[in-house]
């Protein structure tokens, strides 16, 4: 790597804030003009990569902001490779979103995520007019009137070439087969209005076709979809997940939610052995193959917060193998998070279970956390939360696959006690 390289990275370092604010457009700015300083002082692909390895490796941990700019760097590096033409369809769903939706001086949460993310999106493929793409942001049948203010800003801001916006409800209305069997909005949390918002974008065509989709917040930059697109389309895989749970991931979690995560996990793989290499099932960046999506939302069984882990099931079974693990840098944007109140887990582990018997094969493991998790309550289940077993507390997500320390029976007895 040229010593050029490695002088801007300290020098990235020692400009950046303590913490990134995804409030500030000062602090995203500065990840994206890191990010083309790096990429102007490389030789090649491999010398980012380097560098980006060397963020980890370096004794002193670099700021999120060095992280965050050697993957937009990386991303872009890659999407230059991509000689063909594609199109990137990006889609979230929009649930009480309208304060997030907000610039920041028009409320304490804005984002101002809509015209943010066309940002990301357009330096993502400034230099690349062969590749389209194309957001659909989707209303979930928010009270709130999140589509319509979307609607808005969209056209307020003359971002209608790049930016439409889906209502969940007119779909159910319609009787669009994606929907099924929703009768009204109510019966969805995110995973209906995704599915819409995939089956939509499918139908714009297959060639050099990638469907992504993330959530509505700015926890996952835009800026990192060539690094979700390039092996689909270079590669050959059908999917490809962000995951916050790598060694080159860059996460910042707030609260209980990582260690709450981990009995998730836990609980979720004694029941979905075939997706036992993955471990990151729920954040909110995954891309597919455009054909293979439109075949994995088809009669999904779930429409609510479990709905990735449906999809990915469905991935996986029809071609093992296919799905890539893709690093990437994700901050927690708890603050308006229209899921912190709603506690999905055990309603997500209970969904599960249906996955396992409608999809697998049964087996006497499974069966017994199977029972397990359909005989909890929200009563029993904070019970767990607070006393969860040290083996999955302190453990390494990645190696609980290998085997299970904790039965079913001495969750049990946790609950007995």
């Known amino acids: 790597m040229t010593r050029d390289l490695n002088a801007l990275a300290q020098q990235l370092a020692n400009q950046a804030p303590q913490e990134l604010d995804l409030t500030n457009g000062r602090h995203l700015d500065l990840a994206t003009q890191g990010a083309d300083a790096l990429l102007d002082s490389a030789t090649s692909h491999d010398e980012l990569v380097v560098l980006e390895r060397q963020c980890f490796e370096a004794a002193q941990a670099a700021p999120l902001l060095v992280h965050l700019a050697a993957k937009l760097a990386c991303s872009k590096s890659l999407v230059t490779r991509l000689r063909d033409p594609a199109r990137l369809s990006v ?13 920041p001086e028009a409320h304490l949460h804005g984002e101002d995520f809509l015209r943010r993310k066309v940002a990301q ?23 709130e009137d999140s589509g319509q203010i979307a609607r808005q800003i969209i056209e307020q801001s003359g971002l209608e070439l790049h930016a439409e916006v889906l209502f969940l409800e007119e779909a159910i209305r319609r009787g669009e087969p994606v929907t099924r069997p929703l009768e009204q909005t109510s019966d969805s949390q995110k995973g209906g209005s995704i599915q819409l918002g995939m089956w939509e974008a499918a139908q714009r065509g297959d060639s050099g076709h990638v469907i992504l989709f993330t959530d509505a917040d700015l926890s996952t930059h835009l800026g990192q979809a060539g690094l979700l697109m390039y092996p689909i389309l270079a590669e050959g895989a059908d999917a490809t997940i962000g995951s916050r749970r790598e060694p080159m991931s860059v996460a910042i979690k707030k609260g209980k939610r990582n260690v709450r995560g981990k009995l998730f996990i836990y609980l979720w793989k004694r029941l979905l052995p075939d997706l036992d290499r993955i471990v990151d099932t729920q ?8 054909d293979v999506a439109r075949t994995i939302v088809v009669d999904a069984l779930e429409k609510k917060f479990a709905f990735d882990i ?12 296919s799905i890539i693990k893709v690093p990437i840098a994700w901050i927690d944007s708890e603050a308006a998070s229209t899921t912190t109140d709603i506690e999905p887990y055990l309603p997500m582990l209970q969904s599960v279970v249906g996955f396992y018997r409608h999809y697998l094969s049964a087996n006497l493991e499974s069966d017994r956390f199977a029972a397990f998790i359909e005989g909890l309550d929200e009563e029993s289940w904070h019970r767990l939360v607070d006393s969860i077993p040290v083996e999955i507390a302190e453990a390494d997500p990645a190696r609980f696959g290998d085997h299970a320390p904790v039965t079913a029976a001495d969750m049990q007895a946790i609950l007995a006690c």
């Open 121 to 143: 999106l357009e330096w993502l493929f400034e230099a690349s007019p062969h590749i389209e793409w194309r957001i659909f942001a989707v209303d979930d049948g928010c009270p």
């Open 283 to 290: 954040c909110g960046f995954k891309a597919f193959r455009a």
């Open 91 to 103: 889609i979230f769903a929009m649930y009480k979103e309208h304060n997030r939706i907000l610039e």
């Open 310 to 321: 449906e999809l990915l099931l469905r991935t996986e079974l029809a071609r093992p193998g």
